[in-house]
Every structure is written in C-alpha cells, then in structure tokens.
C-alpha cells in the first residue's frame, strides 16, 4: 500500500483521538476532526485521500450532509462510513451518494485497514483514468486543452 492521508470525523473525541494516534502508530498520516463542519475546513487546507466519516453526529452537520458536500466539493475523495447497527439503512443511502462503503462500530483496527487500502486503491486507479483521458484529449485537441486549462486558471 502506497503512502496515503486520512482524515477521520467522528465527534466520540476518546474514539476518535485513539484510532487517531493507532493510525499514526502505523505510519498512517492522518488528522482527526469532531464535526462535519470542522471536516470540510481541513479539506479545504490539504488534500486527504480517504474520509473516514461517522454517520451520527450531533449539531448542524451529520455524516450524510458531510458526505454530500465532500462528494460535490472533492469528488475523488474516497469516503468511508462509520455506523452503528441501526444506521445500516442510513449507510446504504450514504453509499448511494458515493460512499465508498461502511464500517460498523466498533471497529477493528484488523477490518478498518484492508478498507483504507482499498478506498486509496479506488481513488488512485480513478485519478490514473482521469490524467489518461487529458492525455488523450490532450494529444487530439491540443489548443482546445490549453484553452481550458488557462480558462480554469482564472
């Protein structure tokens, strides 16, 4: 597995710092934040790989909205969701809106990883499509690319 990034939401602060500092243990680059809110900025600072997201959270964000916003705003963020067992019906629907998959709470550390590493897998195979095409399109159209390109720059 390559070197990836994460960040986790969850706003239990003892499980988050915990699987936090586990992460980081493994050589995991990895930031833990307590809302929704608080997620959205730190993915406006730095770029994360993979979402690990709690569904329930109280206050103005849950963990759909949070999905939500991360799928509009960074859509080749990989998201996982973190749930109990009565949200599975919840994490489906977050699946829907392009969550990755699910995670039931508790976790184990031994299930959770396998998971990252394949949500980064997904991300990167994605992105490796992407540059691909703009290569393509690039080598057919090269005036109307660097067109864009200088476009999107402004």
């Known amino acids: 597995m390559d070197y990836f990034s994460i960040l986790i939401v969850d706003d239990e602060v003892d499980f988050l710092e915990t699987l936090v500092k586990r992460m980081q243990k493994r050589n995991i680059d990895t930031v833990g934040v307590i809302s929704g809110e608080k997620a959205l900025e730190a993915l406006e600072k730095r770029r994360f790989d993979v979402v690990l997201l709690d ?8 963990g759909i909205e949070t ?3 991360i799928k509009r705003k960074h859509p080749l963020t990989e998201v996982l969701l973190l749930t109990g067992h009565g949200s599975v019906e ?4 977050g699946m829907k809106l392009g969550a990755f998959d699910y995670l039931l709470k508790p976790i184990k550390l031994e299930e959770l990883l396998p998971k990252l590493g394949a949500a ?19 080598v057919r159209f090269p005036g109307r690319v660097l067109q864009q390109e200088k476009e999107e720059k402004k």
């Open 67 to 69: 999905l939500r916003e």
């Open 120 to 138: 980064f897998e997904q991300k990167v195979t994605q992105e490796q499509k992407i540059r691909k095409a703009r290569i393509k399109e690039l």
């Open 55 to 62: 569904i329930k959270m109280p206050g103005g964000m849950d």
């Open 90 to 93: 919840t994490s489906i629907d």
